[in-house]
């Protein structure tokens, strides 16, 4: 089975950097993923861990630990705009059909605050 | 940049009725993908799609559903007598391959809801 757990809601202020984590325990992993989903919007893609560290991309670091399940998303400098859930998503192995599905958590709905 | 695109915005249809919803995936990319989010809840894999078959399908996607890809660009998602409980969002996806860091790119989603 799949759960993957990140807590529901976050608030931060704007310019301040804040830590979204995600933990997983999944019968297998390829990957994992940061979506973020404005309200009424489609997921967009922010970042991807497949092995154990940081990934930089701007605003935006998502780090992981494979041995421990455990993953986050650091935004920096943060703006109202960034106000918006974020998705944590493992990627099943492949099954052998050559297609990965996604399985996703609940999502953190982060608030900024001026 | 290339998007996914969906249509319509917004289905809304009486229980029992059939309803198919449309996508236009990436046009240089291979693998489809439906999700649904129903409101408040997390977004759940129903099916996916390769070389004009389903690759994986979810508990979800039982016999009422199906997909197909009529032309070389449509990707469509049909339900043959809506129940009240797929009122959601659904998403279509697609992405360039299955493996490495490609990932999935979303379209803006179709609400249905079943009356």
């Known amino acids: 089975g799949q759960n993957i757990d990140q807590p529901t809601e976050m608030t931060a202020t704007e310019g301040a950097i804040v830590q979204i984590n995600c933990t997983y325990q999944t019968s297998g992993f390829n990957g994992l993923f940061w979506y973020q989903q404005h309200a009424g919007e489609a997921p967009t893609f922010l970042s991807y861990?497949?092995?154990?560290g940081l990934e930089e991309k701007g605003r935006f670091s998502s780090f992981l630990s494979r041995s421990k399940g455990y993953s986050y998303l650091l935004l920096k400098e943060l703006q109202m705009k960034d106000s918006a859930s974020y998705l944590c998503a493992v990627r099943d192995p492949d099954s052998g059909a050559g297609s990965y599905q996604l399985t996703f958590g609940k999502g953190t709905k982060l608030s900024v605050i001026p | 940049e290339p998007e996914v695109t969906q249509t319509p915005s917004h289905q809304v249809t009486q229980m029992g009725q059939e309803v198919i919803l449309r996508c236009v995936p990436i046009s240089n990319h291979l693998y489809f993908y439906w999700y649904r989010q129903i409101l408040g809840q997390k977004v759940e894999f129903l099916v996916s799609?390769?070389?004009?078959?389903?690759?994986?399908k979810s508990e979800i996607f039982d016999d009422q559903f199906s997909v197909e890809r009529p032309d070389g660009s449509n990707f469509t998602l049909k339900i043959r007598s809506t129940k009240l409980e797929d009122s959601a969002m659904y998403f279509c996806?697609?992405?360039?391959?299955?493996?490495?860091?490609?990932?999935?790119?979303f379209g803006d989603g179709t609400r249905l809801s079943i009356l």
């Open positions: 861990n497949v092995l154990d």
């Open positions: 996806a697609s992405s360039e391959v299955g493996r490495g860091f490609q990932p999935q790119h």
């Open positions: 799609f390769y070389n004009n078959e389903i690759s994986e």
